[in-house]
């Protein structure tokens, strides 16, 4: 039925529309791929046609019944994905299970829509051998299940690469199930502690009911057990968290929320204890539970927002490249990087990655080395040269030997020292947990006074009192102040683009102080492009219609500057290493080339000095000398005016470059920065330094995108990678900024200040109940019901003041 | 009232078997993903379920 359903559909969509639409992807199809007749399928792309034929063949044509598919052409990418097949990836990535099946997870590119999940999950029944797939949609992960015997963990990569999902390894698979773990036993402990606070409560009433309507004592002692035998669970398996908690805090020295908690826990417990055994005075363990609850919800939610951010942010890390083209005799093969070793050819081509340092053996091409070392000049290297891993080849194919891979590479012992920048790093207290010290000083003062006060009169009402006043200013508002905050604005912060892994790094930027930006890729846009072009209009064809001759980066640098204009066909062209293009254009001799080349083969009169920003390229027709361009990384549009809104707010940036001094100092220069603000030539070493010593004065946030920054980035009191930056810095980063351009970092800012904001707002809020509640205990006015009463009312005045509240709202 | 002393222990057991039944699901991962099994739900259909493995464990532990 589906079968003939589809195509039929179609054709009646085409009657309907002026468009033709896919039958696969339901996108308009460009005129020149029409064929065949009505009734018959059609397709926008070859993609999409060999998904069709492949979806028709394994008998899954009920995918085209859905109301919701995926509407994007399917691009599959072709690749081999022989790099699955390794046996150092399956030691990495591949477990076997103990039905000797093995399994592993990939990132899938492309997951977009229910029909995805449909898709994904029936890949099985295409590639025999493999017995399931399991979509997790929101993280776009796939479990793979298959069997190592009769498939090859290839073969099922290829076939998603077809249906449009390119799998990538999962990295952090083992951090991964250690969260996982936590967070079910988080959920665990909250929904324990839900249903005992509930139940604990509904005994409170009948025993607050019998207490204003008169109860008879044996039913009133049945209660009081009832609502021991609850709590007590509760006490020793979820609230038992606090009580490790403020055992940590003890024990290291260091101040935590969790100490006042512990306290507060503790003696109602006690106090309640003792009571019901004896039969006389309160109780409060319908408190006590609805205390460890609530403070366990806070915790969750804000754990989950930083999950969530910090697997936006894996994911990410997932999608770079792991593989390498080892060449064996004529042919190459992919490996995955973990598996290089010295002696190696690997084969790098235009736009990807170099893989380990070595030498070039074969080839010339440019590298751009501004992820490893922050110069934004490409470099040209040939036969013999040494390069690194982390460089990225923006020109021609190149071969090279494998000298040093992994940990010995240059790449590695940057990452290595990050790690150790990281763990030198001073912990940040958050703000609620800097003030439990002084409030755990004041509340047991507080109890002692009201102690004092009431023991002449009576001691064991002396007792219950003071009791009573450590548990109604038990923090609880408090402890919650910060986590709900900082939780609503993660999550907001993460729909405008911006990725916050740990409440802390919020509450620093919110404070003033050193902004450490690097220049190149985040101040500017860290890729070559034209700057300034003098010359006639006529001239640009000519010159593209050479430059259409060569895969030097500056000649797509034209291409992508002069889009919409025409070029004629060039003959003879000839290109000179170092030097640039020349070639006859419509009848003229064009030469497009560095000012030195150009006014050699040009007539008398040329000077080939010239100074300033970027790199200079001179054009000559029929040896005139007539136009004069400029190639250079271009300052991002929004970066004046955000560096303006921060110096306003009272931060101080300054420019922490390895690019050339004079680069830095003219970009500099051009952005306001005083000339001692700016620093050039700086190695991934210095920049840690300068970012150590600055951070001595005062909290430092770097900004950055590189390798080279990735020591800086982990050391300093906030680290912030930036969109199109290398995966040291991502992993190093606490904040990462998914949109281009500094305009997200003034977003950051000012969402962390108004942050700061609520947080205050709300600890103002709980200081002043708890104020009202410790009064009303030294008055001897308290008691269990009001306690009751008054301690959930300050905890929902802190969750609606955090959930109106307005952090990171998108201005756009 | 002295139903009290029969109904409230009954009462705690129940909740107690469902608090069971809720840590029990928590720590197998049942609400690890609360959106991908809606959309499973909806595309479900018996012929394509025919294909899969036999009494397949929907989830295990990792």
Redesign the interface.
Known sequence: MALAEAPFREAAAREGEPGVRCTHCGLPVPSGMEAGGIGEPIFCCAGCATVYGILREGGLDAYYQMAERRQAPVSATGRRFEEFDHPSYHELYVTARPDGLLETYFYLEGVACGSCVWLVERVPLLVPGMSRAELDARRARVLVVWDGASVALSSIARTLDTLGYRPHPYRGLRAEALRRSEDRAALARIGVAGAIAVNTMLAALALYSGWLTGMEPAYERYFRWISLLLVTPAMFGPGLVFFRGAWGAIRTRSLHMDLPIAIALAAGYGRGLTNTVTDSGPIYFDGVTLLIFLLLVGRFLQQRAQRAAGDSAELLYSLSPSTARVVEGETAREIPVEALLPGMIVEVRADETLPADGVVVEGRSALDLSLLTGESRLATVEMGAPVFAGTVNRGARLRMRVDRAGEATRLGRILREAEAGALRRAPVVALADRMSGAFVLAVLALALATLALWWRTSPSFAVDQAIALLIVTCPCALALATPLAVSVAIGRAARSGILVRGGAALESLARPGTIFLDKTGTVTEGRTALLSWEGPEDAKPLVLALERHSSHPLARGFEAAWAGIAAPEATEALYTAGGGLEGVVGGCRVVVGSPAFVAASAKAGAQAAESGEGTPVWVAVDGEVVGRARFGDKVRADAGESLAWLRARGFTPRLLSGDDPSVVASVGAALGFAPDACRGAATPEEKLRVVEEESRRGPVVMVGDGVNDAAAIARATVGVGVSGGAEASLAAADVYLTRPGLGSLVALVDGAQRTLHVIRRNIVFSIAYNLVGAGLAMAGLINPLLAAILMPASSMTVVLASWKSTTFETKS | ?SV??IV?PLA?LV?GV??FA??WA??R?Q???L??PA??A??D?P??RA???PK?PR?EK?
């Open positions: 009232m009290l002393y409230l705690l909740v469902a608090v809720f840590v928590a720590k991962g609400f690890d993903d959106e991908t959309i499973r909806l595309h259909d012929a394509a294909h899969e493995e397949s989830r990792p």
